[in-house]
């Protein structure tokens, strides 16, 4: 993998720091007149999502870290492996529980999100930011209840369950926003 | 590819404008000749922390000037009175938030001035610039270590390799191998002591350890700090000064340390200018410098949050 000069640092960048991938967050160069010059970075651990704070001299070199972003269409889930195909090489991958995190409440056959690759295996999956789901599951509202802003647990396809405003039925399809997992209206279907 | 446009606003445009007629009103009020001094030279600076642009000549190699400093000083040497210049710098590498590798310098010399009138006089600029009715900064003076003793609790004379390297590590400094005790110095004081400092207020740090003396002499009663000072406004570098050094003996023993320490880096050669040290054989008088960064001065008078947007056209598309 290619190493990096902190003058090519920028925001998205993969750099390898302690044996993990990061992603460059946000990079600052600071330098007093006469002294030193370094680069102050907030970097995030492609695996744990965590953010730190890290500084190195200007004129160093940082390894690269084989990471890459592809999009991908979800094909199914086995339970314990979710199967996604590379859109244009047609090459399958196999990503666990770890790696899906989250973005398995949000998954449809069929969908195309964003996977991370880290050296050719799935590190995170990224729902697409709006999807359009069924919901299988939820009680009628109560009459008479006509409180603003009320809402009721409404279960979805995948199994997730989302808050839904009380004139939403059971069998209707929905669009959720996956960042916030929150409701955004009725989708009328064609 | 960025956009054709210019980076500053037109009302940031005017400002500019308006702010040098007030920086050279201050210097006419005060009897200070504005001189212009070439900023392509057969000489740059040995100074292992800042990276000149070279440019290729017919016959040899010529630099941008880094500062005007030297030039300015042959004119000191030849019987030149109190002088000031506003002009550009270039320095390879500088390019953030805070910095562009072009950028304008005010640099401005008088005859005779000690430390404490050197400070005064830079303040005064930084305060006519930047307060107006609505904002008023608090002028703070304060010595290197005292910034140590007050910040970190501990006399920067008393600093081992063992707490340098500690409050490196603390800090996150990746790269520890690689660097040298002065760069780790520099670390701390730019990670743990500039930002502590008040952001309401202009603070003049004074007496730098004699290690980091640049061009400035030595305190002729305590030789371990340098008569050299710097301006910051909240935690931003304005200014560097110094009650100049004017015996070439030191001066180049100066030089050749820079190169040595140039060499331990691996960083290039450059050679030492000799036309400034046959003006200090010759003579320079008996003065103090200052260089202040005016568009560092603009950013927080036109309270701007990147340099950029007091440039006409910033470093990525100029």
């Excluded at chain 2, 010529?62 to 040497?77: I, V």
């Excluded at chain 2, 920067?156 to 005790?181: A, G, M, P, V, Y």
């Excluded at chain 2, 030191?250 to 190169?259: G, N």
């Excluded at chain 2, 880096?265 to 200018?273: A, G, R, S, T």
């Amino acid at each position: 993998m290619a190493s990096y000069s902190t003058n090519e640092f920028r925001s998205g960048l993969k750099i390898m720091i302690d044996g993990d991938p990061y992603t460059i967050v946000e990079n600052e160069f600071v330098k007093p007149g006469k002294g030193q010059a370094f680069n102050r970075v907030k970097i995030r651990n492609l695996k744990t999502g965590r953010v730190v704070d890290r500084t190195f001299k200007s004129g160093d070199s940082v390894e690269g870290a084989d990471v890459m972003e592809v999009d991908m269409q979800y094909l199914y889930s086995d339970g314990e492996q979710w199967h996604f195909m590379d859109q244009t090489s047609f090459e399958q991958h196999a990503a666990d529980a770890t790696a899906v995190g989250e973005a398995s409440n949000w998954l449809k056959d069929q969908d195309i999100c964003q996977v991370t690759l880290y050296n050719g295996a799935p590190l995170s999956v990224s729902a697409p930011n709006f999807v359009e789901l069924k919901i299988t599951q939820s009680d009628p509202g109560v009459k008479g209840d006509t409180a603003q802003g009320a809402t009721k647990p409404a279960t979805l396809e995948t199994g997730a369950t989302v808050k839904v405003p009380l004139f939403v039925e059971e069998g209707e399809v929905i669009k959720i926003d996956t960042r916030t997992g929150e409701y955004v209206s009725r989708v009328k279907e064609a | 590819m960025s956009h054709w446009q210019p980076t500053i606003s037109l009302k940031n445009l005017q400002a500019r404008a308006h702010v040098l007629d007030r920086v050279r009103d201050f210097f006419s009020q005060r009897n200070v000749l504005e001189v212009e001094t070439p900023l392509v030279c057969s000489h740059t600076v040995t100074e292992p922390n800042i990276k000149s642009f070279s440019i290729a000549n017919m016959s040899s190699g010529r630099y941008l000037q880094t500062s005007p400093e030297y030039a300015m000083k042959r004119l000191l040497a030849s019987g030149a009175p109190d002088i000031f210049q506003i002009c550009k710098s270039f320095r390879d590498g500088e390019d953030g938030t805070h910095h562009n590798p072009e950028f304008t310098m005010i640099e401005w010399y008088r005859l005779g001035y000690t430390l404490e009138e050197i400070m005064g006089e830079t303040v005064s600029l930084i305060v006519e610039i930047l307060n107006t009715s609505d904002r008023k900064l608090s002028i703070g003076y304060v010595t290197y270590n005292e910034l140590f003793e007050k910040i970190l609790d501990l006399s920067f004379f008393d600093l081992t390799e063992e707490k340098i390297d500690q409050l490196c590590i603390d800090h996150r400094l990746q790269s520890q191998h690689s660097i040298t005790k002065a760069q780790k110095i520099d670390f701390i004081f730019s990670h743990y002591i500039v930002p502590k400092l008040d952001v309401n207020a202009i603070t003049c740090v004074y007496y730098y350890p004699a290690e980091q003396a640049a061009l400035a002499r030595l305190n002729a009663l305590d030789h371990s700090v340098a008569e050299r000072f710097e301006v910051f406004c909240g935690g931003l570098e304005l200014a560097n000064g110094y009650v100049e050094l004017t015996d070439p003996g030191t001066q180049l023993a100066r030089f050749e340390k820079d190169q040595l320490t140039r060499k331990e880096n691996y960083l290039p050669d450059i050679e030492i200018d000799q036309y400034l040290l046959n003006a200090q054989k010759h003579g320079l008088p008996e003065c103090a410098g200052v260089a202040v960064g005016f568009d560092r001065l603009l950013m927080l008078a036109l309270e701007a949050s990147s340099i950029e947007e007091v440039m006409s056209f910033s470093w990525k598309n100029a």
